[in-house]
C-alpha cells in the first residue's frame, strides 16, 4: 500500500513529464481518494491546460461529499480563470465561501484574478481586502490594467504604500501595462524610476517592453530605440517587433529598417520584417 503523498508524487512526476494519461491512471486507481490525491490531480490537469476536466473532476469529487481543502480552492478557480467561466467560477467561490476557505490568501488571490479574467471587476473589488497579501494587490492591480481601469490601478498602489506593502515586479508590470493602455507616458517614466531607486527592483523584459510600446504609441520612436539599447537584458524578437509596428505606423523607416533587421536577426522566418 503506497503512501498518499507518494502516489500525488507519482502524480504529479507523470503530468511534468508530460504522461498526463499516466497521471490519470494513477488517480483512477486509488481504492480511497483523499484531498492528497485530489490536488495532484488537479494541479496537473491545470498545468496540462485541461481545464474543463479539472473542474469536472473537482465537481465529481464534491458530489462525492470527498472533503477538500483551501488548496482545492486555490487550484480549481484556475481553470475557470483560464477558460473565462464565471458560473463556474462563481459557484466554486460560493463553495468557498461556505466551507470557509475564502479567507486563505491564496483562495483569495485566484478568486480575485478569476473575476479579473471573466471581467467582473465588481465582484473582484469584492473579494478584495486591503489586509490580503502582495499577490491579492498584484491580481487587483492587472486585473484593473487589462480593463482599463487605470485610475483606479494607481489608486490602488497609493494605498498600497500606505498599508506599507512592498511592491515587486509584477506590481510595476501592471502598472506600466495601465500606463501604456492609457498613453501616460509621465506617469510610466515615474513608476520606472521608482521601481529602480526606491525599491531596488532590476525590469524584466516584459517591462522594457511597457515602455517601448508606449514610447512607440506616442511617436518618440528614438526614444524608443534608446530604451532598447539601455536595456540591462538582451531584448527579445518581441520588443523589436514592437518597436517595427510603431515605426510603420509613423512612417520611420530609418528606425524601422534597424528593428526589421533585428527582428530578422532573432526569427529569420518572421514575414513582418
Known amino acids: 500500500m503506497l503512501d498518499d503523498y507518494v502516489v500525488s ?67 480549481v478557480p484556475k481553470a475557470c480563470s483560464a477558460m473565462t467561466d464565471l458560473e463556474h467560477g462563481r459557484n466554486i467561490h460560493s463553495l468557498a465561501l461556505k466551507s470557509g476557505f475564502h479567507q486563505d490568501c491564496y483562495v483569495e488571490t485566484a478568486v480575485i484574478d478569476l473575476y479579473c479574467q471573466c471581467g467582473n471587476i465588481v465582484n473582484a473589488e469584492m473579494t478584495f481586502s486591503y489586509l490580503s497579501n502582495l499577490a491579492a494587490w498584484n491580481a487587483m492591480i492587472t486585473g484593473y490594467a487589462q480593463h482599463g481601469c487605470y485610475n483606479e490601478a494607481f ?95 509613423h512612417g520611420n523607416f530609418d528606425t524601422g529598417r534597424v528593428a526589421a533587421g533585428k527582428l530578422l536577426e532573432l526569427q529569420p522566418g518572421n514575414k513582418s520584417a
Open 9 to 75: 508524487s507519482l502524480i504529479t512526476t507523470y503530468g511534468k513529464c508530460g504522461c498526463f494519461d499516466e497521471s490519470r491512471r494513477v488517480f483512477a486507481d486509488i481504492d480511497e481518494t483523499t484531498v492528497i490525491h485530489l490536488n495532484a490531480t488537479l494541479s496537473t490537469l491545470v498545468n496540462a491546460d485541461c481545464h474543463a476536466d479539472s473542474v469536472d473532476l473537482f465537481q465529481n469529487m464534491v458530489g462525492l461529499k470527498l472533503e477538500v481543502d483551501c488548496n482545492t480552492f486555490s487550484i
Open 155 to 249: 489608486e490602488l498602489y497609493d494605498r498600497m504604500i500606505v498599508c506599507r506593502i512592498e511592491p515587486d515586479e509584477i506590481t510595476y508590470l501592471g502598472l506600466l501595462t495601465s500606463c501604456s493602455y492609457a498613453g501616460l507616458l509621465q506617469e510610466a517614466q515615474s513608476y520606472m524610476n521608482s521601481m529602480v531607486e526606491y525599491h531596488s527592483l532590476t525590469p524584466h523584459l516584459e517591462h522594457c517592453a511597457c515602455m517601448v510600446d508606449l514610447l512607440g504609441r506616442v511617436g518618440l520612436l528614438e526614444d524608443a530605440k534608446s530604451t532598447i539599447d539601455e536595456m540591462p537584458i538582451e531584448p527579445d524578437a518581441l520588443i523589436w517587433q514592437i518597436l517595427l509596428s510603431a515605426c510603420c505606423l
